[in-house]
């Protein structure tokens, strides 16, 4: 038997000084299999026109004869944009000083941890919520605090203000709509939150208390129901409050990789001092800057995919289900005996859906018209109703 010729035999492991508390971890992320419907990461379905992949590919040669050098550390011109963009969408005004991009709103979230968080410092949250956090908080020494969502995904402000009085965290994170949830938090829960976390965070170098950083994630903004108000709209408000968003999901851009937040100079520029230089690369900001150039083309589906939505929750409320109230491009439904068995059951069929949120429940994301309609014909044969 021949051995292969490759240095990464099963024996000759080294003994690596692995960090403490990363013992026997492996790498978190959705099972990536290949069948014919994938509603499983609430991915935008529709792939971008010719006439945008045209563009962008243009852009990116461009960028292309500059690739010697490195990039513009501060990506102005596309801070300005996202800017824009932002108060197209949202209405609200912000100077390109107020944004901060990075590799998506993960790596956003990474630095908004790295300024505020680290040992001796916690991160507070409330369950269930999205799963990367607890890695976030993990991979800056910040020690996790997970406090209890309601039994329909809202927050008890009462608990709320018990948690970060107990716990005096540096930052709160609130996804709404929330993932895995679909759910949007009301303007006044966010609003008391912010309040309670004023002069709540841990002593700074001073010795005083700080204001906890509040992050709202709008990682699904776009998708919110008519009369859901953004946290963009309090910015002006809460100097400690900053809000993410992400090209990943309405924009249809999740492989392009970029996120942004909104907050103060003060509170952008706090995150500047931790990202890795040239971290943006010039190909990224290009293709970014191309695409938000087709911003009313990209998401013009978005009207289309909430409509859609809306008729999945009704369609299977109609089945007896129950049905989060979604915000989102994705519906979390149940309540099932053994979920596991009709996420089984619907991958059998080709429907990829997700197996996450409380025991019970399966996440299904908006696809196309047509891939909805697998979903569904394969929904009504696993369930036989
Ligand atoms: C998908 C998602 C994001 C976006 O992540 P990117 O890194 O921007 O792709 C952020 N927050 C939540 C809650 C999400 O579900």
């Not at 976030?136 to 969502?149: C, F, I, M």
């Not at 800057?289 to 978005?302: D, F, I, P, T």
Request: hydrophobic share 45%; proline share 6%; net charge negative.
């Amino acid at each position: 038997m021949s051995t292969p010729s490759t240095t990464d035999t099963a024996t000759g492991g080294a003994r690596l000084p692995l960090r403490r508390g990363l013992e026997g971890l492996t790498p978190y992320g959705a099972p990536q299999l290949d069948v014919p419907v994938l509603l499983n990461v609430n991915e935008n379905p529709y792939p971008p026109s010719e006439a945008v992949v045209a563009e962008i590919a243009d852009a990116v040669a461009k960028a292309a004869h500059g690739l010697n050098r490195y990039p513009d550390r501060d990506f102005p011109e596309l801070r300005a944009e996202l800017a824009e963009y932002l108060q197209v969408e949202s209405g609200v005004a912000l100077g390109a000083e107020q944004i901060w991009a990075a590799n998506g709103s993960n790596e956003v979230m990474l630095h908004v941890l790295q300024a505020f968080g680290g040992p001796d410092r916690s991160v507070l949250s409330f369950a269930p919520t999205y799963s990367m956090y607890p890695e976030y908080a993990r991979d800056t020494l910040t020690e996790w605090v997970a406090g209890r969502r309601e039994e329909d995904f809202t927050l008890d402000v009462d608990h709320v203000r018990a948690q970060i009085a107990e716990h005096r965290p540096a930052v709160i994170l609130l996804a709404s709509p929330n993932n895995p949830t679909g759910t949007a938090l009301p303007l006044d829960t966010i609003e008391a939150v912010c309040d309670a976390a004023a002069g709540a965070g841990p002593s700074g170098s001073d010795g005083a208390p700080t204001d906890a950083v509040v992050v709202v994630d709008e990682a699904y903004g776009e998708f919110r129901r008519e009369g859901v108000a953004s946290a963009l709209t309090l910015l002006d408000r809460y100097p400690h409050l900053a809000v993410s968003r992400t090209m990943s999901k309405a924009f249809g851009m999740a492989g392009l990789r970029l996120g942004y937040l909104a907050a103060t100079t003060q509170l952008v520029d706090h995150l500047r001092v931790v990202r890795l230089p040239y971290h943006l690369s010039a190909v990224t900001q290009a293709a970014a800057l191309a695409a938000l150039r087709h911003r009313a083309e990209l998401m013009s589906q978005v009207a289309s995919l909430r409509a859609e939505r809306d008729a999945l929750v009704t369609w299977l409320r109609g089945r007896g289900l129950t049905v989060a109230d979604s915000d989102a491009n994705f519906v979390l439904f149940g309540l099932f005996d053994d979920r596991h068995e009709v996420w089984n059951g619907l991958l059998e069929r080709g429907v990829l859906i997700r197996e996450v949120g409380p025991e019970g429940w399966l996440r299904v994301s908006v696809g196309t018209p047509q891939e909805t309609a697998a979903f569904r014909a394969a929904l009504e044969e696993v369930l036989g109703r």
